[in-house]
C-alpha cells in the first residue's frame, strides 16, 4: 500500500482488504464459485474435490497465543481428517497419513542412504506454473460498495479508495486461486520474494504455486524409513524448485508445515543431498530453504 502514500501498518489498507475480500467471497458464492486459501491442498477422491488445510487462520492465531505448534498440527490434523471423511466417509486416520503424515506409518527401518537419487532435479522438466488473473469478470457493482464506505466513512479520495480496492482484489484472486486454476496435489503458499524492495524494505509475501504430490506420488510405496525419506527428498527438490521459479524462497519451517516433518529430519535429508552432489548444490539447496528475509 505504499503507492497510496500509507503507513505499513495502516488501519484504511486493513479495512479495505477486509471488505473487498468480504464482497467479493459473497458475489462469487452467489455464482457458484470456490477458492482455496493459501496453504489448502487441492486433491482428488471419487471424481471429487478434497480441500485439505495445511495450515489454516485458526493455526496463526493459536501460533500468535503461544499454543505449541505440536498441539496446532495435531489440531489440524483432525480438521483434515474431518475433510477427508466428508468425501471419503469409510476413510480412516491411516488413509490421510499415507497422503500427508506419513510419519506417522510404522515403517521399517531403512539402512545407509540408497534413499538419495542418483542425479539432481532437472529444473527444466518442471512445467512452470501459469495462472490466469481475469478481473474483468468481477461485475463492477459488486465492488461500488465497497469504494464508496471508504469515501464516505473513511474520508478517502474516489480514486485513491477506487485503486485501492482494485489493488485488494488482484491481491485476493493471486493469493486465493479457484479450483480449477490448480491440479490435484497443489497448493499455493505464501513464501518469502526474492525480489529485493525499494529503500530496502522487507521482502514481500509472494503466492506460489507449489506441487506437494504428483500422481505417481499418490501411491508412492512406503514400506521402510528410506521409502519415505526417498519420497521427501523428491518432495523437497521439486518444491523449492517450483517457489524458486516463482520469485519465492521456502525456509526450512515452510517446509516442517508443508511436509509435516521434523526439523531434525529436515536437516538429515538435506545435508546427505548436499554432501552425495557438492558445493554448488549445497549452495543453492541452502539458499532454497534457510533463506532470511
Not at 485501492?164 to 493471486?174: F, G, H, P, W
Not at 486454476?181 to 525499494?198: D, F, I, Y
Not at 520469485?247 to 526439523?263: A, K, Q, R
Amino acid at each position: 500500500m505504499t503507492r497510496f502514500e500509507l503507513a505499513p501498518a495502516s488501519t484504511v489498507a486493513e479495512k479495505t482488504a477486509s471488505l473487498t475480500n468480504q464482497a467479493l467471497r459473497g458475489w462469487e458464492k452467489s455464482q457458484g464459485a470456490r477458492r482455496l486459501r493459501p496453504g489448502e491442498l487441492l486433491l482428488e477422491r471419487d471424481g471429487q474435490p478434497l480441500v485439505l488445510p495445511l495450515l489454516a487462520p485458526e493455526a496463526l492465531r493459536q501460533l500468535s497465543r503461544g499454543v505449541t505448534p505440536r498441539a496446532v498440527q495435531r489440531e489440524l490434523e483432525m480438521l483434515q481428517y474431518q475433510s477427508l471423511k466428508q468425501v471419503h466417509p469409510e476413510a480412516s486416520l491411516e488413509d490421510l497419513w499415507r497422503i500427508l503424515h506419513q510419519t506417522e506409518l510404522c515403517l521399517k527401518p531403512g539402512r545407509g542412504e540408497d534413499y538419495l537419487p542418483e542425479d539432481p532435479l532437472d529444473a527444466n522438466r518442471l512445467e512452470t506454473a501459469s495462472r490466469n488473473f481475469v478481473t474483468g469478470e468481477i461485475p463492477a457493482g459488486v465492488l461500488k460498495p465497497v469504494v464508496e464506505t471508504l469515501v464516505q466513512e473513511w474520508g478517502l479520495r474516489p480514486a485513491q479508495a477506487q485503486g485501492m480496492v482494485e489493488l485488494a482484489a488482484q491481491i485476493y484472486a493471486r493469493c486465493c486461486p479457484r479450483l480449477e486454476e490448480l491440479k490435484p496435489g497443489q497448493l499455493v503458499w505464501l513464501a518469502l520474494g526474492t525480489r529485493k524492495s525499494r529503500h530496502e524494505r522487507p521482502r514481500l509475501f509472494v503466492p506460489v504455486v507449489l506441487t506437494l504430490l504428483t500422481p505417481e506420488e499418490m501411491n508412492f510405496p512406503l514400506a521402510s524409513r528410506n521409502d519415505l525419506k526417498r519420497l521427501k527428498i523428491r518432495q523437497i527438490e521439486r518444491l523449492t524448485t517450483e517457489a524458486w521459479r516463482q520469485d519465492g524462497v521456502l525456509t526450512n519451517l515452510d517446509l516442517e508445515w508443508i511436509l509435516g516433518l521434523s526439523p531434525t529430519l529436515i536437516r538429515e535429508l538435506l545435508e546427505a543431498y548436499q554432501e552425495r552432489f557438492g558445493a554448488s548444490i549445497q549452495r543453492r539447496v541452502q539458499y532454497w530453504t534457510w533463506a532470511a528475509p
